[in-house]
């Protein structure tokens, strides 16, 4: 007999989107905007770094993280949030951060409890309330709330039964930053109704202008209870390494031992020559700074294309567009027929919640191509959508 705990998981993003899409002819030179993959280059240096290191791929690497690795990350986050955390106790690498994301609900969510969960998300985080037998809660994230969840609609009987709230900021995929106000709104009820923050922030070094706060600066500012904060970043996003799958979970002393003791049973530790490479990546802020730039680069172009679109959004991080249209299945397959260009509807992010999917009526498009290829592709789409 097969277990039936994950019976009810739809299809997955990407086949869904090759059924909906590949029966048709592309109407012109495929612009790929869908995957959210970066593009941009990596430093020059990885490659000879990750040379330098070849030998330890004869020796089982660290489970949980080199010390350099650590300690590379413990100074990321000081100079980044100014947060001091202990990088044998409150660090833990990952193989990227999805492993994480699934691991910490198995290591630290009750059977029974209940999961809350911004809608649109990335689908991971059902996924791990799943395998553990928590209800999943989805939370409605439109523009009426500025793409977060609205807190204020949070009953005390929900929240009292809640043993972690979701959070990506910025988001995937509208682009929406959590104010330092709001981290600490969260926070407080977090403290109230006794349940753990898990803080996506794998995007928190793409933005436009001001920093995006961090969940665990917030909560170190209020002298919160760091235990209540389980933060997850990675360098995919932030230094254009998405192959190279490496991240890490940082949070208080208790949770990451109990990460830790399910990550000695059934965890995969990234290899050390990644391990090394890594933590010269998490040492180094002038790749970043450059890669930053390009997006906002991006970002200005895409301002300018949509300029006369009254319904455009221009997100304050990240590095999508979240573009609302009348049908979002429609929209991709006649945008896909006309002029090759490939969107992913923004339902395929969502999950339909008191009758409504908050992801229906958009598509997403992601700034990752070479800047005249994306200005193409959205004049393509302004052309084919909005006019």
């Given at each position: 007999?097969?277990?039936?705990?994950?019976?009810?998981?739809?299809?997955?993003?990407?086949?869904?989107?090759?059924?909906?899409?590949?029966?048709?002819?592309?109407?012109?030179?495929?612009?790929?905007?869908?995957?959210?993959?970066?593009?941009?280059?990596?430093?020059?240096?990885?490659?000879?770094?990750?040379?330098?290191?070849?030998?330890?791929?004869?020796?089982?690497?660290?489970?949980?993280?080199?010390?350099?690795?650590?300690?590379?990350?413990?100074?990321?986050?000081?100079?980044?949030?100014?947060?001091?955390?202990?990088?044998?106790?409150?660090?833990?690498?990952?193989?990227?951060?999805?492993?994480?994301?699934?691991?910490?609900?198995?290591?630290?969510?009750?059977?029974?409890?209940?999961?809350?969960?911004?809608?649109?998300?990335?689908?991971?985080?059902?996924?791990?309330?799943?395998?553990?037998?928590?209800?999943?809660?989805?939370?409605?994230?439109?523009?009426?709330?500025?793409?977060?969840?609205?807190?204020?609609?949070?009953?005390?009987?929900?929240?009292?039964?809640?043993?972690?709230?979701?959070?990506?900021?910025?988001?995937?995929?509208?682009?929406?930053?959590?104010?330092?106000?709001?981290?600490?709104?969260?926070?407080?009820?977090?403290?109230?109704?006794?349940?753990?923050?898990?803080?996506?922030?794998?995007?928190?070094?793409?933005?436009?202008?001001?920093?995006?706060?961090?969940?665990?600066?917030?909560?170190?500012?209020?002298?919160?209870?760091?235990?209540?904060?389980?933060?997850?970043?990675?360098?995919?996003?932030?230094?254009?390494?998405?192959?190279?799958?490496?991240?890490?979970?940082?949070?208080?002393?208790?949770?990451?031992?109990?990460?830790?003791?399910?990550?000695?049973?059934?965890?995969?530790?990234?290899?050390?020559?990644?391990?090394?490479?890594?933590?010269?990546v998490w040492a180094d802020e002038d790749h970043v700074v450059a890669n930053r730039q390009l997006y906002c680069g991006k970002f200005e172009a895409a301002d300018h294309i949509f300029a006369e679109?009254?319904?455009?959004?221009?997100?304050?991080?990240?590095?999508?567009?979240?573009?609302?249209?009348?049908?979002?299945?429609?929209?991709?397959?006649?945008?896909?027929?006309?002029?090759?260009?490939?969107?992913?509807?923004?339902?395929?992010?969502?999950?339909?919640?008191?009758?409504?999917?908050?992801?229906?009526?958009?598509?997403?498009?992601?700034?990752?191509?070479?800047?005249?290829?994306?200005?193409?592709?959205?004049?393509?789409?302004?052309?084919?959508?909005?006019?």
């Amino acid at each position: 007999m097969m277990p039936n705990r994950f019976d009810a998981l739809p299809t997955a993003t990407w086949p869904r989107l090759r059924a909906l899409l590949d029966g048709h002819a592309a109407g012109g030179e495929v612009i790929n905007m869908t995957i959210g993959e970066p593009k941009h280059k990596f430093p020059e240096w990885v490659g000879p770094t990750l040379n330098d290191a070849l030998g330890q791929f004869n020796s089982y690497p660290d489970n949980n993280g080199t010390p350099e690795l650590r300690g590379s990350i413990a100074g990321f986050l000081q100079r980044r949030y100014g947060i001091d955390l202990d990088s044998d106790a409150q660090i833990m690498a990952l193989n990227g951060t999805r492993e994480g994301l699934f691991n910490a609900v198995v290591a630290l969510c009750p059977t029974g409890s209940k999961v809350l969960i911004p809608n649109p998300f990335y689908q991971v985080y059902t996924v791990a309330a799943m395998a553990v037998g928590a209800q999943s809660v989805y939370l409605p994230a439109h523009a009426q709330t500025g793409f977060l969840p609205d807190l204020d609609a949070l009953t005390p009987a929900e929240l009292s039964e809640t043993s972690a709230f979701f959070l990506c900021s910025p988001s995937n995929p509208q682009g929406a930053v959590a104010s330092a106000e709001y981290w600490a709104r969260l926070i407080i009820l977090a403290e109230t109704y006794d349940f753990k923050i898990f803080a996506d922030e794998c995007y928190s070094e793409i933005y436009r202008n001001a920093p995006p706060p961090g969940a665990l600066e917030v909560a170190a500012r209020m002298g919160a209870d760091p235990e209540r904060i389980v933060v997850f970043h990675s360098l995919s996003k932030r230094s254009n390494l998405p192959g190279l799958r490496s991240g890490f979970v940082a949070s208080g002393r208790k949770n990451i031992a109990r990460i830790k003791q399910l990550r000695a049973y059934a965890g995969c530790p990234i290899a050390g020559p990644i391990q090394h490479v890594s933590a010269k990546v998490w040492a180094d802020e002038d790749h970043v700074v450059a890669n930053r730039q390009l997006y906002c680069g991006k970002f200005e172009a895409a301002d300018h294309i949509f300029a006369e679109i009254q319904s455009y959004n221009s997100p304050e991080a990240g590095f999508f567009l979240w573009l609302p249209v009348e049908d979002d299945e429609a929209a991709a397959v006649k945008l896909w027929i006309e002029t090759g260009v490939r969107v992913l509807p923004g339902s395929y992010l969502g999950q339909v919640a008191n009758e409504q999917n908050p992801g229906s009526g958009y598509v997403r498009v992601a700034l990752v191509a070479p800047k005249e290829e994306m200005q193409r592709g959205l004049t393509l789409m302004r052309d084919c959508l909005y006019k």
